[in-house]
């Protein structure tokens, strides 16, 4: 049994009434040779788009690899800024502890040098109590001298009188 071809699948034209079978001429051999070379040229186009495809799974796979390396170099950057955070961050506890305890070092010699200027300051103003007091008595003395005197005065003067009389 022969096979029949249906023209108007490749284009011939022909409608239905001229039918060629294979090996029937000249036009069959047409057909077959145009067939022929429409498979070679989609062989050719699948050929090119495979070749593209290729070409784009290379391009990925390389996109791939370098965002892979960047991530790499990303996070190896994070961990370093991680570390060097940590290490910034126990240096600064560090420190602020040294600030806090010379802090309370000199509250603690501020308290005991308030305390020493207020014990000062005491015996300071007993010493004007007692200076006050001293002066106080030497004034009543200077006055009980200068009445001394005034009556000693005139105890001479008297003398000195009685003398004459």
């Not at 009543?140 to 009445?147: I, N, P, R």
């Amino acid at each position: 049994m022969q096979k029949e071809l249906n023209p108007e699948l490749f284009g011939t034209g022909a409608t239905g009434s001229t039918r060629y079978r294979e090996g029937d001429g000249p036009t069959s051999q047409r057909q077959t040779l145009q067939l022929e070379e429409k498979i070679a040229e989609i062989r050719a186009q699948v050929k090119f788009t495979m070749d593209q495809m290729a070409n784009l799974a290379a391009q990925v796979n390389e996109f791939i690899k370098s965002s892979n390396s960047k991530f790499e170099r990303l996070q190896a950057g994070l961990k370093a800024v991680d570390t060097s955070g940590k290490t910034n961050y126990s240096e600064i506890g560090q420190r602020m502890s040294h600030v806090h305890q010379r802090l309370n070092e000199r509250k603690s010699w501020d308290a005991k040098v308030q305390e020493m200027i207020d014990r000062q300051n005491g015996v300071l103003k007993s010493y004007e109590v007692r200076m006050n007091h001293l002066q106080r008595l030497m004034s009543e003395k200077d006055a009980q001298l200068v009445s001394a005197q005034a009556a000693l005065n005139e105890a001479k003067m008297e003398i000195s009188r009685l003398k004459r009389l």
